[in-house]
């Protein structure tokens, strides 16, 4: 394995410990999405990512933190509180899969966009 390598396993471990030790340590939930955000869009070599949860009636994905690196774009939760929820579910009840979001929240599959 090349140093390179080597030192960006490295820092990727890091990151994980630093994850590991938030989940019982970090009581603000923006502070720890954030913390888990960016170590994704580090691991997988992205240009941003977004964190949704699904709402309390499992239908929406609610927005909770953005980040888009090449346009210098980071939202947290009071700043996406203003974004509307995605829809997981058409009037009829019927899953809905014509956007990213919504396909991976009712696949329950990992995407990538190349």
Known sequence: MEMNSKKRLAKHLKDFTNIGTALSTESDINKFFQLVLNAAIEFTNCDGGTIYLISENKKFLDFKTICT???????GMADTAKWPSIPLFDKNNQKIFKNFASYVANTKKACCID
């Open 69 to 75: 690196l090449s346009k210098n774009l980071l939202l």
